[in-house]
Every structure is written in structure tokens, then in C-alpha cells.
């Protein structure tokens, strides 16, 4: 459907904008360092049924954390609420670091939850999806763009890489092979393939 804003992707429940399809986007980690997790003004987007796992499987990755990552969890609990209400990652207090971020020798950020081995955030693995959902039920996909992320743009328009192709097993994950499967077919009808 098209109602002048570009084309929405309509799956199940799930609209997608048509930037998540027809974009390039490529993570390019040697030019950011995983400056988007260290950077911003509210933490990782979170769902409810997430925080049971973030606090259960929290003496398996606390270790890999930054001492100030531990004593804001220790402070203001496993999430916060931003400015509009919603549940987000906690951050560092007086910075736009998340309390979960771990920094290799070089000064490079790397979730320290997802370096032990657990699952991190829906959100951080979709990113730069972002993912709305409506009160009446059913979500909305859209592609987050942010200057930092400007070499990932770069990159994936240089290799031939579209933001949905490079997120194919997040959102496989957390939509299913037969959601990825007719969002491939729907972003080729609209690239022309």
C-alpha cells in the first residue's frame, strides 16, 4: 500500500517500511568500534518478556561489564524507562553508555551480554530496525538512520548488501522463515529483481 510516504510492506501483522528493503546497510565495526553502543540518549529499546532472562543470566555476563556498567545496574536495576515511558537498556550515569557495553583493549565496544554466550536484546540484534508496536496488536518495521551508522550505509552500498539481507537471521529469529522468506520476495518486486 502507498499513501504517499512510500511503500508499506504488509506481512501478517507486520508492516515494513520500504527503507528496511530497498537501503544498503552493512555494519562496518573497524570504522565504528560499536560507537552505537556507547552513544545516545536513551538506552536499547526492551520487551517485558526480555527482562526475566537479562536478570537470570546476569553472574554470566556481569564479568565482561565496565565497573560503572555494574554499579548503574546495581543503582537503577536491569532497565529504565525513557523519556516516553518505554522500557530501555540502563545506562552509565553522566554518559550514552549502556551498562551491558564491554570494551576490548582497543577501545572497541562489544555487548558483554551477548559475549558470554546469552542472548542480547531483540533490538540490538535488529538494529537499525527499530520496531513499533500498536496498541491494538501488530508491529511496524522501520530503518533507524543515525550519523554514526553512515559507514555501515557506505559499506553496504559499496558490497551490494540491503538492510533487510544483512539482518536475514535477526529478523528470521524473531519472525520466522516464512515472514523472511515473503519480505526477500516482496523487496525484490520492489528493487525490480
Known amino acids: 500500500m502507498n499513501g ?3 511503500t508499506i510492506i504488509n506481512i501478517g501483522d ?3 517500511s520500504e527503507d528496511v528493503v530497498l537501503e544498503y546497510f552493512c555494519c562496518d565495526y573497524k570504522a565504528c568500534r560499536g560507537i552505537c553502543c556507547i552513544e545516545g540518549d536513551a538506552g536499547a529499546p526492551l520487551e517485558e518478556d526480555e527482562l526475566p532472562r537479562i ?3 546476569y553472574d554470566r555476563y556481569c564479568a565482561g561489564m565496565t565497573e560503572a556498567g ?3 545496574v546495581a543503582l537503577n536495576g536491569f532497565f ?3 523519556r516516553d515511558g518505554d522500557i530501555v537498556t540502563t545506562l552509565v550515569p553522566g554518559s550514552g553508555a549502556c551498562a551491558y557495553a564491554h570494551f576490548s583493549g582497543d577501545g572497541s565496544c562489544l555487548c558483554a551480554i551477548e559475549r558470554a554466550g546469552c542472548t542480547k536484546p531483540r533490538s540490538c540484534s535488529l538494529y537499525p530496525i527499530r520496531v513499533t508496536k500498536f496498541r491494538g496488536g501488530g508491529e511496524a518495521l522501520n530503518l533507524h538512520s543515525w550519523e554514526i551508522c553512515r559507514h555501515a550505509r557506505e559499506k553496504g552500498r559499496r558490497e551490494g548488501i540491503r ?3 544483512f539482518l536475514e537471521k535477526p529478523i528470521t529469529d524473531a519472525y520466522g ?3 523472511y522468506k515473503a519480505l526477500d520476495a516482496a523487496a525484490r518486486h520492489l528493487a525490480g529483481e
Open 80 to 82: 529504565e524507562l525513557d
Open 4 to 6: 504517499g510516504f512510500g
Open 177 to 179: 522463515a516464512e515472514f
Open 55 to 57: 536478570e537470570r543470566d
Open 70 to 72: 555494574r554499579e548503574a
Open 14 to 16: 507486520v508492516l515494513v
Open 163 to 165: 538492510a533487510y539481507r
